[in-house]
């Protein structure tokens, strides 16, 4: 999280500054990471459902 804090300070100087284009292109790489770990957790919870369904979760599964 301190790198997402430390990056979106440097986005805001460089737009503040009028390089848009530069602080535009840098935020797509910037909301990669983030938005690939949210994907993730999803598929994880996602699986921890269906195992529940299917009823091949474990103890430390269901209580999660």
């Known amino acids: 999280l ?3 804090g430390s ?3 440097r986005l805001s100087g460089a ?9 535009v292109a ?3 790489m910037c909301l990669d990471k983030p ?7 999803q598929w994880l919870e996602q699986a921890s459902i269906d195992m529940r369904r299917r009823g091949d979760a474990t103890e ?5």
């Open 15 to 23: 737009a503040m500054a009028g390089q848009t284009a530069r602080a």
């Open 7 to 9: 990056t979106t300070q």
């Open 35 to 41: 938005g690939r770990s949210v994907v993730a957790w």
């Open 60 to 64: 430390s599964d269901r209580t999660s």
């Open 2 to 4: 301190q790198d997402c």
């Open 26 to 28: 840098d935020t797509a």
